[in-house]
């Protein structure tokens, strides 16, 4: 039974770096008919806030990215406990008391003697006494997990065979000074009790991969299968990471993209297969595979979002934004045929404000000052409203046997001067819809 988990901490709101995790790890459970779990990774009380667990939950719903149950790390605290006392019985857990200034300076000192800067296990050359008398001094220490100093191989679902040498990471802390169990270890007692068979994240968590295999070995447990994504650039491949802030799902919400549009081309997005746009959810999952992503930093520009958005919006049938339609006041009778032609000149649902109200309002007329006269003789000619899909076509072959103007020089000066720009909507479509003509006088 597949199962995967997108785990989020509730720090901050989702971006487009993470919801490249969860919609993989989605993806992947989906496709499977497996079992996808929202983990909840909020062990840190000082910077876990509620008010993000809601965001996070949102986000996720308006995507469509559903959940089959939620897990939170703060409820699973004795677990964790039994996983710390195991370790400690198996001889792979010790206490350690150097303060951040100190690890510090055995950093700079390995560095400058060109050796890596990997925790030298000093606390484990400490007697009884000495603990003792360091905790009566400092208070607890934390707990590093004593990694076996080989290699950790696994074959990466992204990035192929991965070997690492244990004996070039430190020990990893998993249990503060003041108690506070650390992801790591939460992580590998989560993925191993809730049966996570696949576990996809940032290539930012390769060396943590390495340490939880071992961890997870130590508490008498294989490994789920992995996969890490490259990281996300901007689109001149510079670093992503300060932006993501300013990419949060929220924001791309609230700037009109749509969600098939932005799942659309994170689900693509770094693999060897092509953007398409997608307008339905199981389209997405069926052409979905992990194996096809490339471990080098993928490019994003959230420009790109918004021709998708677009596409997409034109493939919605006027029932789809009847919502938006009536909020706008635009009436029932006139749905289907404003929808018809605005859909073609939207980028997002935010545009249709614009034709809505040209349409109701009218336009200020644009007149070049040489067409003032032609532009006068004209509207004397369009009959009254209403007008349906010929009206155009009838009042400009008047206009041209009038005047004798004909092509661009009869009909652009004619859309600016009703519509008041010089570009939009085929003028037969738009003209029906149009419910005062300013440029009448
Ligand atoms: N809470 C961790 C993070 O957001 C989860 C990493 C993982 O998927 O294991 O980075």
């Not at 857990?93 to 200034?101: C, G, M, N, S």
């Amino acid at each position: 039974m597949t199962t995967t988990r997108f785990a989020p901490s509730p720090t901050g709101y989702i971006h487009v770096g993470n919801l490249r995790t969860a919609l993989m790890n989605y993806l992947i459970a989906r496709k499977a008919g497996g079992t996808f779990i929202l983990r909840i990774d909020d062990t840190d009380p000082e910077r876990s806030k509620e008010e993000y667990v809601d965001a996070i939950k949102e986000d996720l719903e308006w995507l469509g990215l559903t959940w089959d149950k939620v897990e939170r790390q703060s409820e699973r605290l004795d677990r964790y406990a039994e996983a710390a006392d195991k370790l400690r019985e198996i001889g792979r857990f010790y206490e350690a008391f150097e303060t951040p200034t100190e690890l510090d300076l055995k950093r700079k000192k390995q560095l400058n003697m060109g050796k890596p800067p990997v925790y030298d296990r000093a606390a484990l050359e400490l007697s009884d006494a000495e603990k003792d008398a360091l905790r009566a001094e400092r208070g607890n220490g934390v707990w590093r997990f004593k990694l076996d100093q080989a290699r950790i191989d696994w074959t990466d679902g992204i990035l192929g065979d991965i070997s690492i040498d244990a004996a070039s990471v430190s020990d990893p802390v998993l249990i503060r000074g003041d108690g506070q169990v650390l992801y790591t270890i939460a992580s590998v007692v989560d993925d191993t009790d809730m049966g996570v068979t696949h576990v996809v994240r940032g290539s930012d968590h390769v060396t943590n991969t390495a340490t939880q295999i071992q961890i997870m070995a130590a508490l008498g447990h294989g490994h789920p299968e992995f996969a890490h994504h490259s990281l996300l650039t901007g689109p001149q491949g510079e670093a992503l990471s300060k932006r993501l802030g300013t990419l949060a799902l929220r924001d791309l919400r609230e700037a009109g993209v749509q969600p098939m549009a932005l799942l659309s081309l994170m689900a693509r997005l770094g693999s060897s297969d092509p953007v398409e746009l997608r307008t339905e959810m199981a389209e997405l999952i069926e052409g979905f595979d992990i194996n096809r992503f490339g471990s080098a930093p993928t490019k994003f520009d959230a420009e790109d979002l918004y021709p998708l958005t677009g596409r997409y919006l034109q493939s919605l049938p006027v029932s789809a934004v009847a919502a938006d339609l009536d909020a706008l006041g635009v009436p029932a009778d006139a749905q289907e045929g404003f929808w018809a032609v605005a859909k073609e000149n939207i980028t997002t649902l935010k545009d249709l404000a614009g034709w809505w109200a040209l349409c109701r309002d009218g336009a200020e007329p644009l007149i070049a000052e040489e067409d003032e006269e032609f532009v006068a003789e004209a509207m004397a000619l369009l009959p009254e409203g209403p007008y349906d899909s010929e009206s155009w076509g009838k009042w400009t072959a008047a206009v041209k046997e009038k005047t004798g103007r004909k092509g661009k020089g009869l009909f652009m000066p004619l859309r600016k001067a009703v519509t008041g720009m010089e570009r939009g909507p085929d003028m037969s479509a738009l003209l029906p819809l149009m419910q005062v003509i300013r440029a009448r006088g």
